[in-house]
């Protein structure tokens, strides 16, 4: 029974720490940059005014009567924290009210003219359109040919450094993305999760000209890949998805993604459809996987799932029935990023060596975690790995980004 002895749930309150300087600086910077991205009117630059108000002293007040989503909000604890401070409820749930309250004050709720305009999609589309995203899938042509067992952990990688591609982390952190990534990872069971995806025996792979197929799966799984950011992250996770489908680890892949605009660069379906064309319009390698991701979707072997879930402020722990079920009969469910993280393990300051197994056993299907650490919660060290990152750098190792995990529980 992990959870009875789980530490108390983070809140926003305590001075000088990570939760409250995201609350307290870091929401403000992304009202400020929203504000600037768009022309908006008189009722937006309100909405936004108030939000920032309440944000710095006010406390959360609870949604329009006519909210279409109301309901579900009272349901998620909305009722139990209106009239408390920002500051004093979990940091979780804070943070993704916010965005929530955020996307009200733009009008994305509709009804009107600006229901549907993500207010993120400036920044998310020009680090799509950056030159780095065009070198890292040039850098595919390379991988074409090699052994199976490289490009399995090429593309892992990719994915899983792809999480540093977090707009809303950069932009509290200025030098994030200067400070260069610690390769050797805190935690990494990818052999463990490359068991859970056998290739399957029939030949495979030869849609990119190699793959033995030799292997003992049935290639017939599903894998559901619960995505993160949006650009520089979602196209390694779709260059991963597509690797997976053709070397028949798995026959489909079902990746979920945000019913709405998140935590800045979160992904949501219009985003694959921007990476997806992205990539099928790519000059090479990652020209032929974006064509072959395309015609998956086509075909019903790649499908996207915006599961109202998957943007609430809640632990996994408390999923409904019907995610529950979808991840129970998936071979395999990685989870991708920082956030997603905090809500598979439980958003609590764990000593790091309680063990991941424990903490996600309630898990309904065999999981992975692929995160980029970035916030306070960690599970799964072995004591000597702590001692060192602590002797070598304190605590931030915890939240600077630069240190990476791979984490599977079958
Ligand atoms: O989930 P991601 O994109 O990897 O990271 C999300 C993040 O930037 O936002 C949260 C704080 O706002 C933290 O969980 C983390 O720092």
Known sequence: MPHAAAPPVILGNEPGSFPRSVLAERH??????????????????????????????????????????????????????????????????????????LLEAVGYFGPGPWQGIDPFRPFKLAELEAPETDEELAALDALEGRPVEEQDRALLHGSLWGN???????????GAEQRAAVPGLV????????????????????????????????????????????????????????????????????????????????????????????????????GGRGRRLWQAMADGTLTVRAHPFSAAPLPYERMPDDLRAEFASATLTIVKGDLNYRRLVGDSRWAPTTAFADVTAYFPGPVAALRTLKSDVITGLDAGTEAALVAAEGQRWRTGGTHALIQVRE
Do not use: M
């Not at 920002?86 to 749930?93: G, Q, R």
């Not at 977090?166 to 509290?172: E, M, P, Y």
């Open 28 to 101: 403000p910077a992304i009202i400020r940059q929203v504000r600037e991205a768009f022309p908006y009117g008189p009722d937006h630059h309100r909405g936004l005014d108030a939000l920032l108000a309440a944000c710095a002293d006010g406390v959360i007040d609870p949604l329009p009567a006519d909210a279409h989503d109301r309901d579900r909000w009272r349901v998620w604890g909305l009722d139990a924290h209106t009239g408390s401070s920002w500051f004093d409820v979990p940091w979780l749930w804070s943070e993704s009210y916010f965005y929530r309250r």
């Open 164 to 174: 540093r591609a977090d707009l809303g982390f950069r932009l509290s952190d200025a």
């Open 187 to 286: 935690a990494d069971d990818s052999e463990r999760l490359w068991e859970l995806l056998p290739q399957a025996d029939a030949d495979s792979g030869s849609d990119t000209g190699s793959g033995s197929g030799s292997g003992t799966g049935t290639g017939t799984g599903t894998v559901c890949l619960v995505a993160d950011n949006a650009g520089r992250e979602l196209v390694p996770d779709l260059l991963l998805a597509a690797h997976l489908l053709a070397h028949r680890r798995c026959g489909r892949v079902v990746l979920h993604v945000k019913p709405y605009p998140y935590y800045v660069s979160d992904a949501t379906t219009a985003d694959v459809v921007d990476a997806v064309r992205k990539l099928s319009g790519a000059r090479g390698a990652a």
